[in-house]
């Protein structure tokens, strides 16, 4: 069992900035640092979107283009946790942010919620 448990969101005017953190912990076998990891959103009646990914060991980082040069994932595999710095947020960035892997994946942790105002 992996519980993934995000955090870090909040309320911010336009053009502000948050940094959401996502703890990996339980089930040590499925060895965190050779997991590829996604951030992902889902906005009020929207599907659930991918933001953004980076491989196991940080060489390889894709972003949504709605993000590009804006958002930037990192992680720390010694800590298991993977981070992501939002700037410049807009309220089209308003939604619930969720952490989980790319191609394994697990159960759905509760979010962090990210409230942009115009």
């Known amino acids: 069992q992996v519980q993934l448990v995000e955090s870090g969101g909040g309320s911010v005017q336009n053009g502000g900035s948050l940094r959401l953190s996502c703890e990996v912990s339980?089930?040590?076998?499925?060895?965190?640092?050779?997991?590829?990891m996604g951030w992902y959103r889902q906005a009020p009646g929207k599907q659930r979107e991918v933001v953004a990914i980076i491989s196991s060991v940080g060489g390889t980082i894709n972003y949504a283009d709605s993000v590009k040069g804006r958002f930037i994932i990192s992680r720390d595999n010694a800590e298991n946790m993977v981070y992501l710095q939002m700037n410049s947020l807009t309220p089209e960035d308003t939604a619930v942010y969720y952490c989980n892997g790319q191609y394994r994946q697990f159960d759905w942790g509760q979010g962090t919620q990210v409230t942009v105002s115009s």
């Open positions: 339980g089930d040590t076998s499925y060895m965190f640092s050779n997991l590829a």
